[in-house]
């Protein structure tokens, strides 16, 4: 029983229900009652996290999601998220978070984690980083491959959120465990084949508003492509890493400065 855990899902639903968000969850029998396993979730809108655990709960489980670091830094979400056991990821070097992932997953938890890293801007399937494969070998567990659609709808990178009701339909499908073997990059290749069929199956089925922007340009819509995305992500990245460049120098121009001044104190 995780009764902080379960009430913020009880608010969360809450939540959805005043949204007028319809869900269509299916394949949740592919999630086991017991034992560890990683679910693999594509990115498209900044709730996924809270959808992605709704088929869990047909089972009464809970799913510990990797996030970003700064996530838990926050003075009010970093206390929830500790609360319920979520799994903090620093982008500079992730490897407390792999191993407290494959900690988990030996105790028996469900991982939840997003191999494209971040939204996808043009809604189709990123390239996928291999950790979801590798701690699923390690750990000896499966890999859930699950797919969200339609949360681009209500919050999504570039564009404002729509959180009032407007009865979005969103669709979830779990797909089959996808047992682990090695190498690691086998795995991650039949991992996002998996989920692409699954998100084109997905799509075909959900009613798509043509020139619409959460609709990918392969479907009649004006999302970016995945190269034109793909080149934005890269412009974004390299705007934050010039950003951090300039606040390391700022912060060790200041030190520099504190030295400076204290050493003339003592010379006076």
Do not use: C
């Not at 339609?150 to 990178?157: A, E, I, L, P, Y």
């Amino acid at each position: 029983m995780e009764p902080f855990y379960r009430t913020i899902i009880g608010v969360a639903r809450t939540l959805f229900a005043a949204q007028g968000l319809k869900f269509t969850v299916t394949g949740e029998e592919n999630i086991p009652a017991t034992g560890g396993a990683v679910i693999a979730i594509n990115h498209t809108g900044y709730l996924d996290f809270t959808y992605a655990g709704l088929p869990a709960r047909v089972t009464k489980r809970y799913v510990r999601f990797m996030a970003k670091k700064e996530v838990f830094d926050h003075k009010i979400s970093g206390p929830m998220m500790r609360a319920m056991k979520h799994i903090p990821v620093d982008r500079g070097d992730a490897r407390e978070s792999y191993r407290l992932a494959v900690e988990a997953l030996r105790a028996g938890e469900l991982v939840g984690v997003f191999p494209e890293e971040t939204i996808s801007r043009s809604f189709e399937l990123k390239a996928f980083r291999s950790g979801a494969a590798r701690m699923a070998n390690e750990a000896g567990v499966p890999v859930i491959p699950m797919i969200i659609w339609g949360s681009q709808r209500v919050w999504t990178k570039g564009h404002p959120k729509r959180l009032g009701r407007t009865n979005t339909p969103i669709t979830i499908e779990v797909g089959a465990p996808i047992q682990p073997y090695e190498p690691a990059t086998e795995m991650t290749a039949q991992l996002h084949a998996t989920m692409e069929t699954m998100l084109h199956r997905v799509q075909d089925a959900y009613v798509h508003e043509q020139g619409a922007y959460w609709v990918p340009r392969r479907l009649g819509g004006s999302a970016p492509t995945l190269e034109e995305a793909t080149a934005l992500d890269e412009a974004a990245a390299a705007e934050r890493r010039a950003r951090k460049a300039r606040e390391r120098a700022e912060r060790e121009g200041a030190v520099s400065n504190e030295r400076d001044d204290e050493r003339g104190t003592s010379a006076q």
